[in-house]
């Protein structure tokens, strides 16, 4: 028994594995072709997405992730017969998200498939009566790890210094201001310390993957990561839609506009829907400063690590005595390890050509990773906890800080880019 747990490999450590696993094979030419999802009418649904071809790339792809959450289920411990039992559920589910959608009515809406993943889950999670095995089983956190290690591989240095320096300066003071506005209106408002550290990190930074960065920083709650993130994705759809809009009645330059997108709405997928609608020069700018945002991911994580270790929490430790380098260490997420060499490998090393044949694959498992989790999120989360009296104030402070990042990072975007 002894012999057996010093196998057991912390779940930090098993997605850098995991990710790392995915990357080398997808540079070794083991990349997926990506299963089509888009349609705009039912015949088109039946002719491109549940056709026998693309069926035959959604199973491949269902084998392959099985496989990997397989894996990752034996290096921590867990079991393996159960996580191969509630895979296959998470992955049905999630392919209806994906499906859903994939429709050109939704795309125009410019909803993303996480939002429909996380509504399927909570759907079923609180008017169906779920078995335990089944809850328990969830490897959610694993999921979205994993994921986080593959935006890596998209976070191109090289891309956010030819739009020049201003991006990484409006990355830099936007995530500042707003997280100590943030930090500082939670707790004027008597928020927890674990919703004030994942409010203010996704309100600054780059929301979900943000959250989820912070939640492993400061090891916290599942269901408060869980709110945090329904706040980011509910807010989202309406700041993308309407931010385009104000921009073009008050005749904003495309450069401003695209910087203001890039630094307020906190999902990347939801700023390229915004820019697009702009034009192409907000469309680069607001990727190219959301992507700096992206960047100061890792650094934030290390960061919220070390000041939550020092001020709240050295577990198992008196609070007035200052950890030692390895507290730090040992309560630090490893998986930004995972991120910020993924980003390295594709900034420095992997050619343009080789980064160009893997990144559709890639890009597409991270996608579907984060899909995974958002549907496992909603199956383990209870509408009660997410909407009860004591979630208004969070709410509040979310909104607050949310509505001061919009006017701030406009300042900054006018100041740098007009």
């Not at 998200?97 to 079923?124: H, Y």
């Not at 695209?258 to 999902?267: C, M, Q």
């Amino acid at each position: 028994m002894t012999d057996q747990k010093k196998l057991v490999v912390h779940e930090d450590w098993a997605v850098v594995i995991l990710g790392g696993l995915i990357i080398l094979l997808a540079l070794a030419g083991i990349s997926l072709t990506v299963p089509a999802f888009s349609w705009g009418t039912t015949a088109e649904l039946t002719r491109k997405v549940l056709s026998s071809a693309n069926l035959q790339l959604i199973g491949i792809q269902f084998l392959f992730v099985l496989v990997i959450a397989a894996l990752g289920a034996l290096i921590t411990g867990k079991s393996v017969a159960a996580s191969l039992k509630t895979f296959p559920i998470v992955y049905i589910l999630t392919v209806i998200a994906l499906v859903l959608a994939g429709n050109a009515q939704v795309k125009a809406l410019n909803l993303e498939a996480v939002i429909f993943s996380l509504g399927i889950g909570l759907l079923i999670g609180n008017f169906l009566k779920l078995p335990e095995w089944l809850k328990s089983s969830l490897s959610t956190e694993l999921f979205v790890k994993i994921g986080l290690v593959l935006l890596g591989t998209s976070v191109i240095f090289s891309d956010i210094l030819k739009a020049g320096s201003l991006g990484l300066i409006q990355a830099l003071v936007v995530v500042l201001s707003v997280w100590y506005f943030a930090f500082w209106l939670c707790k004027k408002l008597k928020v927890d310390d674990e919703l004030t550290m994942m409010i203010s990190s996704a309100v600054s930074i780059c929301g979900v993957s943000a959250a989820i960065a912070t939640s492993g920083a400061i090891k916290g709650d599942s269901k408060k990561l869980s709110y945090v993130i329904s706040m980011v994705l509910i807010t989202a759809i309406p700041m993308m839609i309407f931010m385009p809009y104000i921009a073009a009645y008050f005749n904003f330059p495309q450069a401003v506009t695209g910087a203001w997108l890039g630094g307020s709405i906190d999902t990347t997928g939801a700023v390229v829907a915004s820019g697009t609608l702009v034009g192409e020069e907000a469309l680069k700018i607001s990727t190219i400063v959301k992507f700096s945002q992206n960047v100061l991911l890792g650094i934030a994580a290390f960061a919220i690590s070390v000041y939550w270790t020092y001020t709240n929490h050295p577990a198992g430790k008196d609070k007035a005595e200052k950890p030692t380098l390895g507290v730090i260490w040992e309560r630090f997420p490893k998986f930004v390890i995972g991120f910020v060499a993924a980003s390295v490998l594709f900034s420095f090393f992997i050619s343009p050509e080789s980064n160009t044949a893997v990144k559709g694959s890639l890009k597409n498992l991270q996608g579907l990773w984060f899909a995974l989790a958002f549907t496992s999120i909603g199956l383990e989360t209870n509408f009660k906890d997410l909407f009860s009296r004591n979630s208004k104030t969070p709410f509040y402070a979310f909104i607050i800080a949310q509505g001061f990042n919009i006017l701030v990072t406009l300042v900054i975007a006018f100041f740098l880019f007009a």
